[in-house]
């Protein structure tokens, strides 16, 4: 008997819980899942996000992620409106982010002659001749991208391998001619070019720059570091006399051309290394209309005294639905370039016993300009490429650190950190300095750093990604766009395998990062870098949904294959703003071409 009153019980409970349940179901409980947006299905997910490392699928919301999981899981957030982009086999990133670069300078790049694209010096005299027959009288004809070391033969006649000007002032009489250097730390200019920068053979060199000159003490045209400024200063001035219409109109073009160029290469963050005052508020407004690409820009191009006075009213963080932030001085110089011999270093360079290169920006503005930033909790950012340029600024930090503990927290960075004595690798992990490097560089100045530095100093201190990052530091990645083309796959391909020359040599191959410690640098420690980790950085239920679709998996491919690879769709804050055309038509193991050789260099 009590054993039936225990199983009439037991049916009681369960009618009971029952009834409960469809009563807590009618009510809404638990909870429907709320439909995603957009959900991408059958990918080869790198989430970044320790808690969850792969995903098969991915759902987003209202711009965000709301999860991730397998085709099944995530097949629950399906609904009647839902977008479903089903990725056979695609593999699927954190939207990357350009850790070092120059937006409008890559629009403007955009719009100019490419003359790194000519195989030497009279393939870049034919291309302005060509550009000159078709100019107005007084146009500028201005180029960018050469540099003579890559060139398959020496000019002749030549002054340590730069051109002579006979040739280029006899293509171009009637225009002035401005070509830029793929370093963008020199101009070779003609001589209508020099004339309306006020420069003659009497003029003398600026404090940080050099005019090259001939044995007669001719200026030849070749400008480097702040000789150039007066030649940009003319062209500033050439520009500034066109119909307001005309300007507007350009500097439009220059945004448009640049932004579609990131996010066709998988670029959802762009971190500008430098803008003044007024195109900062130029970008701003900009930014309000639709822009895809997320702006993280830095003050630049201002007077000590106009960053002190001004610096503090700029602060913008996360403005029109995180698309526009200002929170950072940089990229303030602190040397040259190696291509120049304008590199600042300890000792002098291997093929040139009587240069060490050049303190470009007195340190001395440097640390007022710190301390600015210290002041107004503002990051730092200082370019230094040579060993001497980087021990300066590392001291310089200690300092402001020493004197103002909590500047220590606010992620100062030393943008290229490309030449280090081994004394002072240590120093970034324990003042917390990140090293924002690019790897792109270190391959494609392969060919002329032991010519310049010699075998052991570069095997010491060249492009020590690993030994920076085995010591605690944290080591970015970008492209210093328009330096180099922006795309990140062939950094990517240089970062895992420090080869060059179409992979038939290899640059002291010990300082290579493992797959994962080069997909990190150029998405989540770019997004820390920038104070943005908690938002970006990592596919996370929560965070931002910028991602990127490659059509290669980065992780496993063949390292040859990796260049190979191309981006098949950009996503930023949910919405697909590239896709690359028969995307739809691509499926698992579809390769593309190879990238061509990397030729660009600092």
């Known amino acids: 008997m009590k054993s039936l009153r225990i199983l009439l019980a037991g049916f009681a409970l369960a009618a009971t819980t029952a009834a409960l349940a469809d009563e807590m179901s009618i009510a809404g409980f638990p909870p429907a899942l709320q439909p995603a947006d957009l959900v991408l299905r059958d990918g080869v997910i790198a989430t970044l996000d320790p808690l969850q490392p792969q995903a098969q699928a991915i ?71 060509a550009a000159a027959a078709k100019a107005r009288p007084g146009e500028w004809i201005v180029g960018f991208g050469w540099l003579e070391s890559k060139w398959d033969r020496v000019p002749q006649p030549n002054l340590q391998g730069l051109p002579l000007p006979a040739t280029l002032d006899a293509a171009s009489p009637r225009n002035p001619v401005l070509l830029t250097t793929a370093s963008f730390h020199g101009l070779y200019a003609n001589a209508l070019a020099l004339k309306l920068a006020g420069i003659t053979d009497a003029t003398a060199d600026p404090a940080g720059g050099t005019i090259v000159r001939d044995a007669q003490g001719h ?39 640049a932004v579609h160029n990131e996010i066709s290469k998988g670029i959802t963050t762009f971190v500008d290394q430098g803008a003044d005052f007024a195109t900062i508020d130029w970008l701003k407004q900009q930014a309000t209309q639709d822009i895809a690409l997320r702006l993280y820009v830095n003050v630049d191009g201002e007077s000590v005294d106009s960053i002190d006075k001004r610096l503090a009213q700029y602060r913008t963080i996360g403005y029109a639905d995180n698309h526009f932030t200002v929170r950072g001085i940089g990229e303030t110089v602190s040397d040259g370039a190696l291509g120049t011999r304008s590199a600042w270093f300890l000792k002098p360079y291997a093929d040139a016993p009587d240069i060490t290169g050049k303190n470009v920006t007195p340190m001395g503005d440097l640390e007022k300009m710190a301390k600015i930033a210290a002041r107004e909790g503002f990051q730092m950012s200082v370019h ?129 990062k493992t797959r994962m410690q080069e997909l990190r640098s150029y998405t989540w420690n770019n997004a820390y870098a920038i104070y943005q980790e908690n938002e970006i950085g ?54 593309f071409d190879a990238m061509p050789e990397f030729d660009h260099a600092e």
Not at 234 to 254: M, S, T, V
Not at 388 to 412: C, G, H, K, M, T
């Open 219 to 257: 200026a030849i045209g070749m400008l480097k570091d702040t000789a150039a400024d007066p030649v940009y200063a003319a062209y500033a001035k050439y520009l500034a006399g066109l119909p307001a219409a005309e300007q507007a109109a350009r500097r439009a073009q220059e945004l448009q051309r």
């Open 59 to 129: 759902a987003i919301g209202d711009g965000r992620i709301l999860a991730l999981g397998s085709d099944d899981a995530i097949a629950h957030y399906i609904g009647q409106r839902t977008k479903v982009l089903d990725l056979h086999g695609a593999f699927v990133t954190p939207g990357f982010i350009e850790g070092h670069g120059h937006l409008m300078q890559t629009g403007e790049s955009l719009m100019q002659i490419n003359v790194g694209t000519a195989a030497n010096w009279d393939g870049v005299v034919a291309m302005v001749k």
């Open 538 to 591: 990592s596919l996370t239920p929560g965070k931002l949904a910028d991602i990127v679709v490659f059509s290669g998996d980065l992780l496993t491919l063949p390292a040859p294959d990796i260049l190979r690879t191309r981006v098949l769709y950009t996503i930023i804050g949910g919405k697909i703003v590239y896709a690359r055309e028969g995307a739809g038509n691509w499926r698992r193991g579809d390769l």
């Open 384 to 512: 230094a490429i040579g060993d001497r340029a980087n021990r300066e600024v590392l001291d310089l930090y200690q300092r402001i650190f020493s004197a103002d503990p909590a500047a220590r927290a606010l992620r100062w960075r030393i943008e290229h950190a490309q030449h280090l004595d081994p004394a002072d690798i240590p120093r970034f992990a324990q003042l917390g300095v990140i090293a924002s490097m690019q790897s792109i560089h270190a391959c494609s100045d392969a060919p002329m750093v032991v010519p310049r530095l010699g075998e052991a100093r570069a095997q010491a201190g060249a492009y020590v990604w690993k030994t920076l990052i085995d010591s605690g530091a944290i080591v970015l990645d970008g492209t210093d766009t328009p330096v180099e083309d922006t795309n990140p796959i062939p950094g990517f391909y240089c970062g895992v395998t420090r080869a060059y020359d179409h992979g038939k040599k290899t640059f002291f191959p010990t300082q290579a």
